[in-house]
T-cell receptor, first 114, second 116 residues
């Protein structure tokens, strides 16, 4: 079956630190990969996505590269801000067939201190 | 601006009550989804619908039903609420994918349901 494994949190960083949140996946075919973010008290928002191998998704200073050889999609940001404090979810849609059902990881809580 | 709204942000119900959670989207999306979110478990799909009156079970449909009478509205029903259904419920919508390219899911703010 399809599954997403992301690093367990919580992750606590100081402002301007480098962020990595690891994500690996198991899926049939060639999945599309996503990072969603959930700010306190809100629903999820799409942060970035990549739909084929070696694609790099980027948004708001965050980046993730689709690595088929390692089945990974790690989220990175060079310098985090307090406003980046949120829960981050890695997710996939498997290739072919049901191309609208997301499978999520369990989420990683990030806290950035000033 | 894209919008998915949910009828309540917070809801408290008693065991055995029938509970309705409403979701409305204004984007003319074909797909609509109900998830529950629990600490340490992430988001799990309860039901989804790809058209009016059409529905499919997700990963955890037991104890839930859904209704989609109009394209913009998708309701989640707890026929007889139990304490283990205390959770955050998130609704989402998206266009129906007609190719391998993905259409983003847009989420509502969530309803935090407590069953006493």
């Amino acid at each position: 079956g399809n599954s997403v494994t992301q690093m367990e949190g919580p992750v606590t960083l100081s402002e301007e630190a480098f962020l990595t949140i690891n994500c690996t996946y198991t899926a049939t075919g060639y999945p599309s990969l996503f990072w969603y973010v959930q700010y306190p008290g809100e629903g999820l928002q799409l942060l970035l996505k990549a739909t084929k191998a070696d694609d790099k998704g980027s948004n708001k200073g965050f980046e993730a590269t689709y690595r088929k050889e390692t089945t990974s999609f790690h989220l990175e940001k060079g310098s985090v801000q307090v406003s980046d404090s949120a829960v981050y979810f890695c997710a996939l849609i498997p290739g072919g067939g049901s191309n609208y059902k997301l499978t999520f990881g369990k989420g990683t809580l990030l806290t950035v201190n000033p | 601006d894209v919008k998915v709204t949910q009828s309540s942000r917070y809801l408290v119900k008693r065991t055995g009550e029938k509970v309705f959670l409403e979701c409305v989207q204004d984007m003319d999306h074909e797909n609509m989804f109900w998830y529950r979110q629990d600490p340490g478990l992430g988001l799990r799909l309860i039901y989804f619908s790809y058209d009016v009156k059409m529905k499919e079970k997700g990963d955890i449909p037991e104890g839930y039903s859904v209704s989609r009478e109009k394209k913009e509205r998708f309701s989640l029903i707890l026929e007889s609420a139990s304490t283990n259904q205390t959770s955050m419920y998130l609704c989402a919508s998206s266009f129906l994918g007609l190719s391998i390219s993905y259409n983003e899911q847009f989420f509502g703010p969530g309803t935090r349901l407590t069953v006493l």
